[in-house]
């Protein structure tokens, strides 16, 4: 690979169970290349089932980076993670392979791809603690209507999320520094991106053929243990980050004995499905990305072959 002023990086970004993890490792060893995770439960120890984190097989002696490296009772901000992430990427590039960013954490890759710079600062963790109290208290919407009084923007994209803790956490930047996440944000990303990017998404014509992927992928997940990685993560005092993964929260009221185990899997079905319709409208947003509907190709070798022609035709690794 030849020097260049940018980093050349590929993107594989989509809802869960789209793909994403085959088409990275295909990209990687098509391009002598490394893959950085870009999944906010992924970074954590023991949560192997649940987060879908691929196993030795699935990476076909493709290292991943940015993977099971935190205890789940840490917490872990997209501030970190961009940093760490960007080291990564710079040792990748320096050893001459080419980093393939593959994830859903839209955020992740936000910040990632678009060189955000986060202030040091607005951190009250008193402040916090009495945000998450409300949370459980009132629910997110009472959080939701605070915000929107001072930063509107930030509440309607979250609103989209539904994420609580970036709710609190753009409500506890406003009260300890004055300035909101929308003008953080805007200030974040003053600085040029480092990268010389292609970002590739996979979706599909036929939403109802994602569904059913997602839902035969949850009744893999149960075959493979997943009540018993459950069962263990929310024994354990985790923080809020780990416990909230898709996979744990869904099965506690089958532990709780207040409901059955069918209940449950339905459950975790449909909180699943709408967590990927929450990943595409986020994605959908990125005008850069191009699409593959991965429904209408025959098999992941063509779904493969269309990504490969749309890298070489960014020009990224000239």
Same mark, same amino acid.
């Given at each position: 690979?030849?020097?260049?002023?940018?980093?050349?990086?590929?993107?594989? @970004?989509?809802?869960? +169970?789209?793909?994403?993890?085959?088409?990275?490792?295909? !990209?990687? #060893? &098509?391009?002598?290349?490394? *893959?950085?995770?870009?999944?906010?439960?992924?970074?954590?120890?023991?949560?192997?089932?649940?987060?879908?984190?691929?196993?030795?097989?699935?990476?076909q002696?493709?290292?991943?980076?940015?993977?099971?490296?935190?205890?789940p009772q840490?917490?872990?901000? @997209?501030?970190?993670? +961009?940093?760490?992430?960007?080291?990564v990427?710079?040792? !990748?590039? #320096? &050893?001459?392979k080419?980093? *393939?960013?593959?994830g859903?954490?839209?955020?992740?890759?936000?910040?990632?791809?678009?060189?955000?710079?986060?202030?040091?600062?607005?951190?009250?963790?008193?402040?916090?603690?009495?945000?998450?109290?409300?949370?459980?208290?009132?629910?997110?919407?009472?959080?939701?209507?605070?915000?929107?009084?001072?930063?509107?923007?930030s509440a309607?994209?979250?609103?989209?999320?539904?994420?609580?803790?970036?709710?609190?956490?753009?409500?506890?930047?406003?009260?300890?520094?004055?300035?909101?996440?929308?003008?953080?944000?805007?200030?974040?990303?003053?600085?040029?991106?480092?990268?010389?990017?292609?970002?590739?998404?996979?979706?599909?014509?036929d939403?109802?053929?994602l569904?059913?992927?997602?839902?035969?992928?949850?009744?893999?997940?149960?075959e493979?243990?997943l009540?018993?990685?459950?069962?263990?993560?929310?024994?354990?005092?985790?923080?809020k980050t780990a416990?909230?993964?898709?996979?744990?929260?869904?099965?506690?009221?089958?532990?709780?004995?207040?409901?059955?185990?069918?209940?449950?899997?339905?459950?975790?079905?449909r909180?699943?499905?709408?967590?990927a319709k929450?990943?595409?409208?986020?994605?959908?947003?990125?005008?850069?990305?191009?699409?593959?509907?991965?429904d209408?190709?025959?098999?992941?070798?063509?779904?493969?072959?269309?990504?490969?022609?749309?890298?070489?035709?960014?020009?990224?690794?000239?």
């Amino acid at each position: 690979m030849q020097q260049a002023a940018f980093i050349p990086l590929v993107a594989i @970004v989509g809802p869960t +169970a789209s793909g994403k993890t085959s088409l990275g490792v295909a !990209i990687a #060893k &098509r391009y002598n290349g490394e *893959v950085v995770s870009a999944d906010s439960m992924q970074i954590y120890t023991g949560m192997q089932i649940a987060t879908a984190k691929p196993d030795a097989i699935q990476r076909q002696g493709i290292l991943h980076h940015m993977m099971d490296f935190l205890d789940p009772q840490e917490t872990y901000s @997209v501030a970190q993670y +961009a940093q760490r992430a960007r080291n990564v990427i710079c040792d !990748i590039y #320096k &050893r001459g392979k080419l980093p *393939v960013l593959v994830g859903g954490t839209g955020l992740y890759v936000h910040a990632l791809l678009n060189h955000l710079e986060f202030a040091p600062g607005g951190e009250d963790p008193a402040l916090r603690r009495e945000l998450f109290a409300r949370l459980e208290r009132e629910g997110m919407d009472s959080l939701l209507l605070e915000l929107a009084q001072f930063d509107p923007d930030s509440a309607e994209r979250l609103a989209q999320t539904k994420n609580a803790k970036r709710i609190i956490r753009a409500i506890e930047i406003f009260k300890t520094t004055g300035i909101t996440m929308t003008q953080h944000v805007a200030r974040s990303m003053k600085n040029p991106s480092p990268y010389r990017d292609v970002r590739i998404g996979l979706t599909f014509r036929d939403r109802g053929k994602l569904y059913d992927r997602i839902d035969r992928r949850v009744d893999q997940m149960l075959e493979q243990g997943l009540l018993k990685e459950a069962e263990y993560i929310l024994s354990q005092p985790c923080g809020k980050t780990a416990r909230m993964a898709i996979g744990y929260k869904e099965l506690k009221p089958y532990f709780d004995g207040v409901c059955t185990l069918q209940d449950a899997t339905e459950k975790l079905k449909r909180e699943t499905r709408k967590y990927a319709k929450r990943q595409l409208t986020w994605f959908k947003k990125d005008q850069s990305i191009r699409w593959i509907e991965t429904d209408v190709c025959k098999n992941e070798e063509e779904v493969a072959r269309t990504a490969c022609s749309y890298i070489e035709q960014s020009g990224i690794l000239q």
